[in-house]
């Protein structure tokens, strides 16, 4: 056999060679096809396994009966967790020594705050009756309680709860009023004697009458009144004058009342100088008050002597001209001069200060005439101009009223009282028909003379209170000083319009009733300020032209003479009295 094959395997390799070259490349093709889709299919074959390695697990998977908490233990103390903790990690114990301190309250277990709550299921309507109960009353069921068959039993206030027999707020017990009896006299037959229901009851009471104590107590409350008020009304003030020139009359009997003629000006003109011409320089102080001067009143139509009333409870009259001496001090006020008020002639002048007295004087001799008080401070005064009516003057009073006196009986024979505040100034006007006041109310109103109704009332809510007011020479206008650093014009003749072009402004009097006053000529307006200067504007254009430094504290007068062109008296709380020119 095997001889066989090897003569075929001879044959095959001698005979036939070109064959055995076609077969080789046919098997050489078919091998390389086979490798082809071996590749093709290789990454789909599962990687050789590596050879067996020895492993130790050191924390097998085991079967226990009971949970194993696997969790980190949580610090109570930390406020942020960075994973989600199952709620036995976040309420698990604190693991660690007892505290030793800790009350059985503190070691009993809760659930809030403030202990231990058990859910409990109420009627909303039954808590909040048994809780209003409690707060009203002071008692309520006890809640602890749920056995229908136990007695009724209260915490709280428990006589309480008795007393009322358990009633709660939303329950009303009978109440035993009796009725009050009335005197019975129904028989209509008799006249005389028939009540009807007009019958008194049988425990009214018609009079009042305090007991013992309590009458005493009255007793002495009245005695101490009437004692105080007869101190005050015994004692207003002694007046006495002090005359301080050697001789009151000259050679030919002539008083200081008498108006000069060799000053070179004629005192006695009712004409107003041509034109008014601005001051520069101080000529001449009067010194002689001790306190601050309220205010400085020029003599009616000369203008040769000046009046001044002080925070010294003094009045003082001097010299304009010549020597420009004191001539008389008029002592009688117990408390600060606030106001001063000449008559037209001269002869006489009201004071009103705060020692809540108006006092009549008379200028030449010194004597108080009579003195006039109605229990409140005066703060301003006002003779009525009139020359029929010299006898009646008006005081703007602290209790908001206006009231009128007549010299003659010395009693109060008007009062206007419509104003809300204290009233600080009057001033007639219209011919002295009417007069205007301005009060700490805001408002400015005009009366008719002798009508208590004010029949004009100037109030905006912009305007400040105006504690001075003046009238023009011509009688046109009123210059009232603002609380608001600012002079206000209105018109003093029919409709009391506030002029709005003309406004001064530029000085600081916020706090300070400080004087406005007009030159004779209507060409400048002056006032002073809280800085003790004199300012003076121009009345057409409503600038401030001029300041003097007046005084060193405020300057709270400025009086323009009625007969010269340039001459001004300014006061001020200093204590002195300035002339410039």
């Known amino acids: 056999m095997s001889a066989a094959i090897a003569a075929l395997a001879s044959y095959g390799g001698s005979d036939s060679e070109p064959d055995s070259e076609t077969e080789t490349e046919s098997g050489s093709q078919c091998a390389a096809a086979v490798l082809a889709s071996r590749d ?26 009971e949970d194993v908490e696997t969790g980190v233990h949580l610090d109570p103390a930390i406020k942020e967790v960075q994973y989600n903790p199952t709620y036995d990690t976040m309420f698990a114990p604190e693991f660690g020594p007892e505290n030793p301190f800790r009350t059985q309250q503190m070691a009993a277990p809760r659930n809030m705050l403030s202990g231990y709550a058990e859910p409990a299921h109420i009627n909303d309507f039954m808590f909040e009756q048994q809780r209003r109960t409690f707060a009203t009353y002071g008692y309520a069921l006890d809640p602890s309680i749920d056995n229908p068959e136990v007695a009724t039993k209260y915490i709280g ?7 009322n027999q358990g009633l709660t707020v939303f329950e009303t017990g009978q109440r035993k009023i009796e009725k009050r009896k009335k005197f019975k006299e129904n028989d209509a037959s008799n006249i005389d004697g028939f009540l009807g229901p007009w019958a ?6 018609e009079v009042a009458k305090p007991s013992e104590e309590e009458q005493k107590e009255l007793d002495e409350i009245t005695a101490k009144r009437q004692k105080r008020g007869k101190v005050e009304d015994d004692k207003p003030g002694e007046e006495k004058t002090i005359l301080h020139v050697k001789e009151m009359y000259d050679y030919q009997g002539r008083s200081y009342l008498h108006v000069p003629q060799d000053v070179g000006v004629n005192l006695r003109s009712t004409v107003p100088p041509e034109k008014c011409y601005l001051p520069k320089k101080q000529i001449h102080v009067w010194s002689g008050h001790t306190k601050g001067v309220s205010a400085v009143r020029l003599f009616p139509l000369s203008g040769h002597i000046l009046l001044s009333c002080s925070m010294d409870c003094k009045i003082k009259l001097w010299e304009v001209y010549g020597d420009r001496r004191c001539l ?18 001269g002869t006489q002048f009201l004071s009103a200060a705060y020692d809540r007295y108006l006092k009549l004087w008379d200028t030449e ?11 409140k401070v005066p703060y301003c005064v006002k003779f009525n101009p009139d020359e029929d009516k010299q006898n009646l003057f008006v005081a703007g009073m602290s209790d908001k009223k206006i009231v009128q006196w007549d010299i003659r009986s010395g009693e109060i024979v008007q009062e206007y009282d419509r104003h809300l505040g204290a009233v600080n100034t009057i001033v007639f006007v219209d011919e002295n028909r009417r007069f205007v006041s301005t009060s700490d109310d805001k408002s400015l109103r005009v009366w008719e003379w002798d009508i208590p109704v004010d029949f004009k009332y100037i109030a905006e809510p912009s305007m400040h209170s105006m504690p001075a007011v003046t009238l023009s020479p011509n009688g046109k206008w009123l210059a009232c000083q603002s609380m608001d ?8 003749q029919n409709r009391f319009r506030l002029n ?10 916020a706090g300070y009733a400080c004087q406005v006053d007009f030159s004779p000529d209507m060409s400048y307006v002056i006032s002073g300020d809280a800085d003790g200067k004199l300012n003076i504007w121009d009345w057409k254009t409503t600038k401030l032209y001029s300041r003097l430094k007046a005084h060193d504290k405020v300057c709270i007068g400025a009086v323009w003479h009625p007969h010269e062109t340039s001459k001004v008296i300014t006061c001020g709380w200093d204590g002195l009295i300035k002339l410039w020119d």
């Not at 206030?157 to 007393?163: D, G, I, L, P, Y």
């Not at 008194?200 to 009471?205: A, I, T």
């Not at 008389?328 to 002639?345: E, L, M, Q, Y």
């Not at 001799?365 to 109605?374: K, V």
């Open 200 to 205: 008194k009851y049988v425990d009214e009471k």
């Open 157 to 163: 206030s428990v006589e309480e709860a008795e007393k």
């Open 485 to 492: 650093n600012q002079i206000l014009i209105f018109g003093a």
């Open 40 to 65: 093709a299919v290789l990454h789909l074959r599962a990687p050789p396994a590596a050879p067996p390695a020895l492993a130790v697990d050191a924390a097998p998977e085991v079967a226990v009966k």
């Open 328 to 345: 008389r001090t008029f002592i009688g006020h117990s408390k600060a001069v606030r106001d001063i008020c000449f008559n037209n002639a």
């Open 500 to 509: 709005k072009k003309k406004i001064f402004k530029g000085h600081m009097v």
């Open 365 to 375: 001799t010194g004597r108080c005439i009579s003195r006039f008080t109605n229990r």
